[in-house]
């Protein structure tokens, strides 16, 4: 109504006469303007109301330092029951495997989260998918869920009837009361769980898992940033890949399939380089020839594009390949470059033949401070003395892949021997995560995409007759939405702080 009545007011004076000079003109038109705005914005009665409370008013100073210091007391207390819960999970965890004896015909039914609530044919509940109750919860973006128990999520690779697997899960089953406990003690906690060595996941509250479009569920809790952090140190990697001849067709295919998984163990503390040989030796990307680059996300994807272009083709020697990686990684160590901590180099062949024992004298010897593992491709064990030889005699492992579901749980081993002097030391570090979106947890759900970070912890073994060899329980997690974190600093409170520095 008042832009009608403004715009009809500036017609009549623009449609005045002109004998009316500018500057009169301007002033009442300006004073029309301020009559028709006052009058339907309701401006006077604002006055009059803030008048009228005006004397039990008070302004207050606000001191930006104070009030910086007081959000981050609080964030900390808030992330301190972050690590508490989580400490608490460790202890539990460990306990409850120096209490267990391993059973290999242990039989044992748990809360599959892919079979939970189905039914077969006769209206009877499948093996490992008994009744569970979900039900929508806000807390947890409305996902159907079970606040009172955790329930077992497996990849497809994963026999779910294992001895392994059933004796991780039964014993593991200690982490119930505590999941219940942590989420009552702090009630700001969302989810929290255990990531099994052996592969297996224990998700709090227990959810219904689905499958993707194929009825695959690719999800491994041993490949996620906040497993191979919590369970490894920082780490220089170099991939030596073999591209001879005798690598066409499925060994290549099984040789490329390695790389990606290993560059999927890698995340934001590590530094990484591929290099392919036959008759010669190449950088895969030119760009970083002779240097090691972050792991982040950007430089592993642009790696595996350059993986899946390799081709077989020529001789391969081994040697030459090998001298470039212990220069490399030299070199970075001496210059206090890198991940400053553990550095490797993974060998992937279907064979060596060639004399490198002088390699290993001049670079490695005797101290040791690469280890090489090594991957036999191929169902071949011509060759399988001389690659293991390589691997045994440089403090690594050796592994024969033989197809491409073998893939996973032979890369996966590596992880182990670099992680075991932390275990041995028993060295419970907390780690906190990069910021991330996490899409694989529950892509197959409708929940909207968090921004969030994650707290972990490695799990060991506090056995006395396995402690020297460092064994590798798992990593206990719990994940922090960053929305947590803002609430504890609300915008209109900053926001009021720019305004008054503004002012001043």
């Not at 930006?64 to 460790?90: I, T």
């Not at 470039?324 to 970075?332: N, T």
């Not at 996966?412 to 570090?429: A, G």
Request: glycine share 6%.
């Amino acid at each position: 109504m008042w832009c009608s009545a403004l715009g009809n007011q500036a017609l009549r004076f623009l449609s005045g006469t002109p004998r009316i000079p500018l500057e009169s003109w301007a002033d009442a038109f300006g004073g029309e303007l301020y009559s028709i705005v006052t009058k339907y914005s309701g401006s006077l009665l604002l006055q009059k109301k803030y008048k009228d409370v005006e004397p039990t008013l008070k302004i207050k100073e606000v001191d930006g330092l104070e009030l910086v210091k007081k959000f981050s007391e609080q964030m900390e207390s808030m992330l301190r029951r972050k690590v508490e819960a989580v400490e608490r999970l460790v202890e539990a965890a460990e306990d409850a495997d120096l209490n267990h004896e391993y059973n290999s015909s242990l039989e044992f039914d748990y809360y599959n989260s892919l079979l939970i609530n189905d039914k077969d044919e006769n209206d009877n509940y499948v093996e490992l998918g008994d009744e569970f109750i979900l039900e929508p919860n806000e807390h947890f973006n409305n996902l159907l869920v079970n606040t009172t128990y955790s329930d077992i999520q497996l990849p497809t690779n994963v026999y779910n009837k294992d001895p392994a697997i059933l004796n991780g899960v039964y014993m593991s089953e200690a982490l119930n009361p505590i999941f219940v406990d942590n989420f009552e003690r702090d009630p700001t906690l969302t989810w929290q769980y255990f990531g099994s060595s052996t592969g297996f996941f224990r998700l709090y509250p227990g959810i219904k898992w689905l499958p993707d479009e194929n009825g695959v569920i690719s999800f491994d809790c041993r490949n996620r940033g906040w497993y191979i952090q919590a369970a490894t140190s920082p780490k220089d990697i170099v991939i030596i890949v073999d591209v001879s001849g005798s690598m066409k067709g499925l060994r290549m295919t099984i040789a490329k399939h390695t790389i990606v998984t290993i560059l999927d163990t890698l995340g934001e503390n590590d530094f990484v380089n591929i290099i392919a040989y036959n008759d010669y030796v190449h950088f895969i990307e030119p760009c970083f020839k002779g240097i090691l680059v972050q792991a982040d996300r950007d430089n592993r994807e642009h790696f595996k594009q350059l993986v899946d272009e390799l081709q077989a083709k020529g001789v391969g020697t081994v040697s030459k390949a090998l001298t470039e990686s212990f220069k490399i990684l030299r070199e970075f160590r001496e210059a206090g470059q890198g991940g400053l901590c553990n550095q490797a180099i993974m060998l992937i062949t279907d064979g060596a033949v060639e004399d490198y024992e002088a390699v290993f004298e001049k670079y490695n010897w005797p101290d040791r401070r690469v280890r090489v593992f090594t991957y036999l491709i191929g169902r071949e064990v011509t060759f399988a003395p001389n690659v293991k030889w390589i691997a045994c005699n440089n403090k690594g492992y050796y592994t024969q892949i033989s197809t491409l579901a073998d893939v996973q749980e032979n890369v996966m081993e590596y992880l182990h021997v670099l992680s075991r002097p932390m275990v041995i030391n028993h060295d419970h570090d907390i780690i906190w995560t990069e910021a991330y979106m996490d899409s694989a947890l529950f892509a197959s759900q409708a929940q909207s995409l968090l921004l969030m970070t994650t707290v972990a912890m490695p799990v060991f073994s506090k056995k006395n007759e396995t402690r020297s060899h460092g064994i590798l329980l798992g990593v206990v997690g719990s994940d922090v939405p960053l929305r947590e974190l803002l609430k504890l600093a609300p915008r209109y409170k900053v926001r009021l702080r720019l305004l008054q520095q503004h002012r001043s």
